[in-house]
């Protein structure tokens, strides 16, 4: 089955400071990747579409020069989340589109921001 | 406006006693109904995915099926480790590509 990774699975920083999310497709090709965060008890809300070798698409309400994404090559999206504040607590998960076959989720990056 | 609904929240079922759970939707230009198995802490796991009415997906114990406006994951005789949150998804065609949006998921618990 597809293989998505995320790295690193989880990260606490201090408030103000920059946290680099990558989301790496191992055993397939994605021209699209896809970001999302969860809150505790709620379901999946997508941040922005990534598309390799262009500008992100960000949902509306979200921030894209506070969530920064690169998707530099057809296996890597980063997202950059700057200046973390304590609200930005949360856990990040990518997807990668599969031609065909939908979206591949990564396991998921837990970020706390004291 | 494009929503997702699933029913129910959550469920608590006896170890093979098999029942339903429900996602209905309201979408124009339906590209794919998606169904996920997410564990707490984790990402979503990809079961299914149904593409018109009528369609049918099995594997294992669950059973996924497709109408106009709802789809049913149907668990027959579940055991403790079917225990999970079910998200299902619903994929659109915008502006800027294909994306899903997805339901509030329905939690359950299988017990001994």
């Known amino acids: 089955g597809a293989v998505v990774s995320q790295h690193p699975s989880w990260v606490i920083c201090k408030s103000g400071t920059s946290v680099k999310i990558e989301c790496r497709s191992l055993?397939?090709?994605?021209?699209?990747m896809f970001w999302y965060r969860q809150f505790p008890k709620q379901s999946l809300m997508l941040m922005a579409t990534?598309?390799?070798?262009?500008?992100?698409?960000?949902e509306q309400g979200v921030e894209k020069d506070k969530f920064l994404i690169n998707h530099a090559s057809l296996t890597l999206s980063t997202l950059t989340v700057t200046s973390a504040h304590p609200e930005d607590s949360s856990f990040y998960i990518c997807?990668?589109?599969?031609?065909?076959?939908?979206?591949?989720f990564g396991p998921g990056t837990r970020l706390t921001v004291l | 406006e494009d929503q997702v609904t699933q029913s129910p929240e959550a469920l608590r079922l006896q170890e093979g006693e098999s029942s339903s759970l429900n996602c209905s939707y309201t979408v124009s230009g339906l590209r794919g109904l998606f169904w996920y198995r997410q564990d707490p802490g984790k990402g979503p796991e990809f079961l299914f995915t149904l593409y018109s009415a009528g369609e049918e997906k099995e594997k294992e114990r669950l059973k996924a099926t497709l109408t106009k406006k709802e789809s049913f994951l149907h668990i027959t005789a579940p055991k403790p480790e079917d225990s999970a949150t079910y998200l299902c998804?619903?994929?659109?065609?915008?502006?800027?590509?294909?994306?899903?949006?997805f339901g509030t998921g329905t939690q359950l618990k299988v017990e001994l």
């Open positions: 998804a619903v994929r659109i065609l915008t502006g800027g590509g294909n994306k899903l949006t």
């Open positions: 055993d397939f090709q994605a021209t699209t």
């Open positions: 990534s598309n390799e070798g262009s500008k992100a698409t960000y």
């Open positions: 997807s990668a589109e599969r031609s065909g076959l939908g979206q591949y």
